[in-house]
Nanobody
Framework: QVQLVESGGGLVQAGGSLRLSCAAS????????MGWFRQAPGKEREFVAY????????YYADSMKGRFTISRDNAKNTVFLQMNSLKPEDTAVYYC?????????????????WGQGTQVTVSS
């Protein structure tokens, strides 16, 4: 089992920045990739970005490229999501997730473990 705990959400004005953290514990050796997803009220859960746990390769949803950066600190078993130039449409609950599978990493159904989510609200 892997446990994930997110932190760092909050209220920010449009154009501002936030940094989310996700601390993993438990059987972290089984993790292949860590991902961030988000879900706005009334919408489906949306892929944001993922990072390979060992090699550090990254992949982003098109709408996040250039504004969001995913990174990791393996020594601390922590993944980060730096979000810049935030827009009101970025308002959502952001979830950290871990998958043990090396494929389909943009699909939420492919992830085995989830954090509790952290609210990000961007005011206009």
């Amino acid at each position: 089992q892997v446990q994930l705990v997110e932190s760092g959400g909050g209220l920010v004005q449009a154009g501002g920045s936030l940094r989310l953290s996700c601390a993993a514990s438990g059987r972290t050796v089984s993790i292949y990739s860590m991902g961030w997803f988000r879900q706005a009220p009334g919408k489906e859960r949306e892929f944001v970005a993922y990072i390979s746990w060992s090699g550090g390769s990254t992949y982003y949803a098109d709408s996040m490229k250039g504004r969001f950066t995913i990174s990791r600190d393996n020594a601390k078993n922590t993944v980060f999501l730096q979000m810049n130039s935030l827009k009101p449409e970025d308002t959502a609950v952001y979830y950290c997730a871990a998958t043990t599978k090396p494929y389909a990493r943009t699909l939420s159904t492919n992830y085995d473990y989830w954090g509790q989510g952290t609210q990000v609200t961007v005011s206009s």
